[in-house]
């Protein structure tokens, strides 16, 4: 049955209402919380669909971010939100082939880098994602040019990344900072 699985990449701006309307409520029936003020503060990116008979059954958004490892330059980051698979079809592969096809996108789209914030990690340390283990921060809007950026620690989230052929070397130990944005979810 999962032969019939069909999996695709839409751009966020090319999307109509109704299917983004689905994908709304797909991923609060799988979050089992009101999304609405996420989904109105992310910006424009691309969602991968996976989809049997025409149902959703799995869900991942990719929105650029921009991640520094250090005092390291700034990166591109594929940034993954609300992952879901529906919970009769966990465990069966969909998750996984969803996530292969995401992060192909993230590559053809020229990131530097991929990240999410996992509720559970098993699905991506099989393919291929390590934990941040260094601080945590997020970096506030300047204040003026003059100043730096103010950086708020984040000890309570947990990050995975993956290295992309555009990656520099990275140090998983030091420090990393997100850009700050609103909506309650920081990372």
Request: glycine share 6%.
């Amino acid at each position: 049955m999962i032969d019939t699985l069909r999996i695709e990449v839409k751009d966020s701006q090319e999307m109509a209402p109704a299917e983004k309307r689905e994908i709304h409520l797909f991923c609060e029936e799988a979050y089992g919380e009101d999304l609405s003020r996420l989904f109105a503060v992310y910006h424009p990116g691309f969602h991968v669909l996976a989809r049997l008979d025409d149902k959703l059954i799995s869900h991942a958004m990719v929105v650029t971010r921009w991640l520094q490892a250090g005092n390291g330059p700034l990166l591109r980051t594929g940034y993954v939100e609300m992952m879901a698979t529906a919970r009769e079809w966990r465990g069966k592969g969909v998750g996984r082939s969803l996530m292969r096809v995401l992060t192909r996108a993230i590559l053809l789209d020229g990131y530097e880098l991929a990240a999410l914030c996992p509720a559970e990690t098993r699905l991506y340390e099989h393919l291929g994602w390590e934990y941040w283990r260094g601080p945590l921060f997020v970096r506030q809007p300047r204040p003026s040019a003059t100043e730096p950026a103010r950086l708020i620690a984040t000890p309570e989230e947990r990050i995975m990344i993956m290295r992309l052929p555009a990656s520099p070397a990275l140090d998983l130990d030091v420090d990393l900072s997100v850009e700050w944005r609103p909506g309650g979810e920081l990372w």
